[in-house]
């Protein structure tokens, strides 16, 4: 098997031959392609094509668009700092921060396309994915947040804002996925020390949440409730019609069997993020670029991410340990808001729901 390049090479010489990517690329294997740009050659071929459009203008460095992609895909999935990626592939550490950048705000501008909020069919289709796997009926998605660790050089005035509960700088990633981890919501840039449900109740998401402009007015009816379309949401979250968290306190069985099976639904968030950050270590290494540009960076790891879900790209379980080894994601507090009677009427349903279902797979 061929490797794609050797570490010790790259040491030995100072700078890689600016033809590495062409020598490279018609000799990779399937695996080798999985490993460096996490995804296969010809998904990352069709990707070359649908970002033309956006980097035809900026011909940066006489690189081809091609190769800016692979700068930009190896230097996301490794992690790998700026200077490195510039020895393997023979430019300056300051030219791979300007591919970085570009192709990363190319990637945004294929987010209408691949990160939206569902259209009613596909929005359908992902209710009833969520209530086969989970049992939840009229669950669109769960929501979730994770760190994203920042590059200490050049911090902005309020850089202590950045300061997370592990005494760590970082940003914030909300995001929403369906049942098949794909996001189609997603907040990014909050600094570290805020809390979770600041970042929601300031987000778009909530306001057109709370004005009942997210959904379709779909209801279903259980136990004499009607059920809106709603999204589940951890303990940092406040609940509302439309969002819908575990019992607190378990004062009964009903409330118990509630919250165990709201965990396993819940996973497909903590199963998403897992595999984000898996993906792509930046967000993991935090050192391919400044703050300013590492919004755009989340962004493009988000829609690479539904990329490759989509074309059910092979995902490496190996690939999960390094990443979670790298950046220890701070403890959330819990919020304790709850708005409107309407929430607990609806989460009561779901868990008789829940209680007869049991009782019937018991007879």
């Known amino acids: 098997m061929k490797m794609l390049f050797h570490p010790c090479m790259v040491r030995k010489h100072h700078r890689s031959s600016p033809y590495w990517w062409e020598k490279v690329k018609g000799t990779s294997s399937h695996n080798q392609w999985l490993k460096y740009v996490r995804m296969g050659k010809d998904n990352f071929m ?33 992690g790998k700092s700026n200077a490195y990626i510039g020895r393997l592939f023979g430019i300056s550490k300051s030219s791979v921060a300007i591919v970085i950048e570009n192709v990363c ?24 994915d969520f209530e086969n796997k989970w049992g939840f009926p009229q669950c ?132 998403a993020f897992k595999r984000l950050k898996a993906r792509w270590m930046c967000l993991v290494q935090g050192n391919i670029c400044s703050i300013e540009v590492l919004p755009s960076v989340i962004a493009a790891c988000c829609v690479l991410h539904n990329i490759c879900e989509m074309n059910n790209e092979i995902f490496l379980d190996s690939w999960i340990a390094k990443s979670e080894n790298t950046f220890k994601q701070p403890i959330p507090l819990s919020c304790n808001i709850v708005i409107g009677p309407q929430i607990e009427n609806i989460r009561m349903a779901l868990a008789d729901h829940f209680l007869n279902l049991a009782s019937l797979s018991i007879l």
């Open 46 to 78: 069709k990707l070359v094509k649908n970002l033309s459009p956006y980097l035809e203008a900026e011909s940066t460095m006489n690189i081809t668009i091609e190769k800016q992609t692979a700068i930009a895909l190896i230097s996301m999935a490794s």
């Open 105 to 128: 705000d190319a990637i945004k501008s294929l987010m209408p396309q691949y990160l939206k909020v569902p259209e009613k069919s596909v929005l359908e289709r992902n209710i009833n």
């Open 140 to 271: 669109a998605g769960v929501i979730g947040t994770i760190h994203v660790p920042v590059n200490t050089l050049n911090l902005p005035e309020n850089a202590s804002d950045y300061i997370n509960s592990n005494k760590e700088r970082s940003v914030l990633l909300q995001g929403v996925v369906d049942s098949n981890y794909k996001f189609w919501d997603v907040n990014i840039g909050w600094p570290g020390s805020v809390h979770e449900s600041r970042v929601f109740t300031n987000s778009m998401l909530w306001l057109k949440g709370q004005d009942h402009n997210l959904f379709p007015d779909t209801l279903k009816e259980l136990y004499g409730i009607k059920i809106p379309i709603y999204i589940l949401a951890g303990t940092p979250y406040p609940q509302s019609h439309w969002v819908l968290g575990p019992f607190l306190n378990e004062a009964s069985i009903k409330e118990k069997n509630f919250n165990e099976k709201f965990t396993f639904a819940y996973n497909t968030i903590e199963i």
